[in-house]
């Protein structure tokens, strides 16, 4: 079975957006704390299920690059279309350690990636991605702060049935000690924060839901980035289509807003307003 070479996801995105504009990355941070005193965080503070059956209110989700479309059958449709095209929804809401849930099919098509994200200004990172020509696995992978490590975090994990062909609930547990990737109920894989260098690279500071679909096989994009994501995109086999039934997401705060005491970047330093 083909298993791409592990990527920073992250750095991969910007490298799309250089290509077809800012609006397209789907990792960006409008301001990044550890060099400047930024806005706060709004916070969920609770714990909803989202059914995308229909348009989510715009008080909790907005479409970053569009367009999404949303019905009974099959939940949120993102779609490439043509070269340039990468779909991508997030939470305006922030949650500070918690849970995560995406019922989700992922697309077809060479060099197609579909990806759950957490992202947070400070550019800690929890990843799912898929890769459309490759139906038995899924990545995850793991970030603090921005950091491009020479070896990637990124593991891949079997899924029974079929990554592209089924709907699979992905799963993240976010917590001050560990990181825990589920799929369909089944920990396929537990992050200690201490072992995260010293718990400097672990995942720490509020984070958004992203959601979303891109072509890491654009004929524009580098070689590399075009080899982990399985080859170069045919543009003429499109359209490629990324479903999601559902998300959930758990707030484990109940606070009203996230803000940053100081620039470490430390979970310590974040503020929780009630």
């Known amino acids: 079975m083909w298993l791409p070479r592990p990527l920073h996801a992250a ?10 504009g800012t609006a397209a990355a789907q990792a960006h941070t409008d301001c990044f704390p550890m060099n400047k005193t930024c806005p706060p965080n709004p916070a969920l503070g609770m714990e909803l299920n989202f059914n995308f059956n229909t348009t989510p209110k715009f008080e909790t989700w907005e479409t970053t690059v569009g367009p999404v479309t949303y019905d009974a059958n099959n939940g949120a449709t993102f779609r490439i279309s043509k070269m340039g095209d990468s779909p991508t929804i997030r939470t305006k809401f922030y949650f500070f350690w918690g849970r995560t849930e995406v019922i989700l099919k992922a697309a077809k098509g060479r060099g197609v990636i579909s990806s759950i994200m957490l992202l947070s200004d400070n550019l ?39 990554v592209i062909d ?36 672990y995942p720490q500071t509020p984070m958004r839901l992203y959601i979303g679909i891109w072509a890491g096989g654009d004929p524009r994009m580098p070689q590399g980035t075009r080899e982990w994501a399985g080859g170069d995109t045919d543009y003429s086999q499109a359209p490629f289509d990324m479903f999601v039934k559902s998300a959930h997401v758990k707030d484990d705060t109940t606070g009203k807003e996230y803000s940053y005491s100081d620039r470490s970047g430390s979970w310590e330093s974040i503020k929780i307003v009630s």
């Open 11 to 20: 750095a991969a995105l910007l490298a799309w957006s250089a290509l077809v």
């Open 124 to 162: 800690d990172e929890i990843d799912f991605e898929f890769f459309g020509t490759n139906h038995t696995h899924a990545q995850t992978n793991y970030y603090g702060k921005g950091f491009i490590p020479e070896i990637t975090n990124g593991e891949y994990h079997p899924i029974d049935g079929s």
């Open 166 to 201: 089924d709907y699979h609930n992905y799963t993240s547990i976010w917590t001050k000690d560990k990181l825990e990737f589920l799929i369909d109920g089944r920990n396929v894989r537990t992050l200690l924060a201490k072992d995260a260098n010293n718990t400097y690279y």
